[in-house]
């Protein structure tokens, strides 16, 4: 309980660590339509100037010179997915660490234990997630 | 400052910026194939003006004249989006990177970072989550890979694709841990307050650094971890071209292939620049007191740049250096050894921090 006290407690004021206004987020789209816009036009560009004569053989996908034997949207190994959702539990994790981080210093003796306590049930998963061998790839 | 001349300074920053970024990569290229010209004995790029200087131009003419193949068979907007989702995303996270200080110009006051403003105190301030905007812009470059290699519809891009996408993923794992150290000394998501949080030094001669306060078992895992994310050797299993040609970029020509790889060098620029802000203490350096002060002002400018060069410098040097891993090899580095690690470096830096305090 005394954490989220420790917090209201903080947030009035943070010594040294500036704040964000809305106003600095609008540069970021700016730059997004300036990054849009050199992409966009370098293609556009190279529509007008560049030569344009297709063949049947020119469209064909690379197969290192024979023919394509048949489409390429088939099945592929489960380790991709594994993979995948081993991402999106550990990084959510990850993510979980950045706010108790900033706080630390706050939080004090309380948070590190209580982190303590989040990172040991994440490595039982992590251990148990391995002893599966869901970490090797064969 | 009005809304207005706001603005204006800030369209001013993002064409300066981004005028210099596109150039850094363009020679980031030179710069590459002439050092590891050298290192194997060779010259490098020669014929175009001076010491080929003015090779990436002409390469720059010839992937603008050449014949833009779309094959018949790809799923034309998504093939079309794939490239340019890779380079805006990959241009864009240097808006949130802290340059220099604030600097004074007719009567305006703005820090060199495209987000960073100046309060009513003078203090420079810029977002307060800037870390996790960046992670962020960095991440939805995978999307640009796994869709170019998904849209393709060759054997080659795909594999090559979901190759890229399961190595980025594990290491960004890896790569977010490794930040937390740092996160826990300087108690901000700020990256221009990071910066701050660097600036003093021991004894007027060490840098105060995060790298030389505990740091560097992340500072490494964040290295490692960059070269999984930027697909360079000796992590470029995606285009390893000894068994899947070019990778996910294999049905790509002319200019969308170089957005690719302008995409690839301009992430090399935007995680030299995470790395030297987070671990190096990004613009702060030593001042020069018998310099006049018109060119003292331009140091911290000069730190920046130096330590980005070194970051480039080391992936030059690393490629011509390191053979390639294997799959199984990559897959194991980063689950079993590096993510333990980072986060064994997370709770080892906790502690400290816990008994200081």
Avoid at chain 1, 107 to 113: E, I, N, P, Q, R
Avoid at chain 2, 14 to 42: H, P, S
Avoid at chain 2, 51 to 56: A, E, I, K, N, S
Avoid at chain 2, 178 to 195: E, F, P, W, Y
Wanted: proline share 5%.
């Amino acid at each position: 309980m005394w954490g989220f006290r420790a917090l209201r407690a903080r947030a009035g004021h943070t010594a040294g660590v500036p704040y964000a206004m809305p106003q600095n987020y609008i540069p970021i789209f700016v730059f997004l339509l300036v990054a849009f816009a050199v992409a966009a036009g370098t293609l556009l560009v190279a529509t007008i100037v560049r030569p344009r004569n297709p063949e049947k053989v020119k469209g064909m996908a690379y197969e290192c010179g024979i023919e394509v034997q048949e489409g390429s949207r088939k099945r592929y190994t489960v380790r991709f997915y594994i993979v995948a959702i081993l991402f999106v539990i550990f990084d959510v994790e990850t993510i979980f660490l950045f706010p108790w981080a900033v706080q630390f210093k706050q939080l004090g003796a309380y948070g590190f234990v209580e982190m303590i306590v989040f990172l040991g049930i994440l490595v039982l998963g992590y251990l148990w997630v391995w002893k599966k061998g869901a970490l090797e790839w064969i | 400052m009005s809304a207005l001349t706001f603005l204006i300074v800030a369209l001013i920053k993002i064409a300066i910026t981004l005028g210099v970024l596109l150039t850094v990569v363009a020679y980031t290229v030179w710069l590459e194939r002439k050092v590891v010209g050298r290192m194997q004995n060779r010259w490098g790029p020669s014929r175009v003006g001076p010491f080929g200087l003015l090779q990436p131009l002409a390469d720059g003419i010839k992937f603008l004249l050449k014949e833009d193949l779309t094959p018949p068979y790809v799923e034309k907007n998504i093939y079309l989006l794939a490239p340019g989702l890779a380079l805006i995303m990959a241009l864009t996270s240097i808006a949130l990177v802290p340059i220099g200080p604030v600097i004074h110009l007719f009567g305006i006051s703005t820090p060199v970072q495209i987000t960073g403003v100046v309060d009513a105190a003078g203090q420079p301030s810029d977002i307060n989550v800037g870390l996790l905007i960046v992670l962020g812009i960095t991440s939805l470059g995978v999307y640009g890979i796994a869709l170019a290699g998904w849209s393709s519809n060759s054997k080659y891009s795909l594999l090559g694709s979901l190759r890229a996408s399961a190595q980025m993923v594990s290491y960004e794992v890896s790569l977010g841990l490794s930040l937390v150290g740092v996160l826990l000394m300087s108690s901000t998501l700020s990256l221009s307050g990071i910066v701050h949080a660097q600036q003093s030094t021991w004894f007027g001669v060490i840098p105060q650094w995060f790298l030389f306060r505990g740091q560097f078992v992340a500072f490494f895992i964040y290295m490692i971890a960059a070269f999984a994310e930027t697909n360079r050797i000796p992590f470029d299993l995606p285009e390893a071209e000894t068994e899947l040609v070019a990778g996910y970029h294999t049905e790509y020509s002319a200019m969308k292939f170089a957005m690719f790889f302008m995409a690839e060098y301009a992430n090399m620029v935007t995680v030299a620049c995470i790395a030297s802000v987070m671990f190096l203490g990004g613009w702060t350096g030593p001042t020069i007191s018998f310099l006049p002060l018109a060119v003292q002002a331009f140091l911290p400018l000069v730190w920046f740049t130096a330590k980005i060069f070194f970051f480039l410098f080391l992936y030059i040097w690393i490629r011509g250096t390191l053979p390639r891993f294997r799959y199984d090899q990559l897959m194991a580095f980063g689950w079993k050894f590096l993510f333990p690690l980072a986060l064994a470096n997370v709770i080892v830096t906790a502690f400290f921090v816990a008994w200081r305090a």
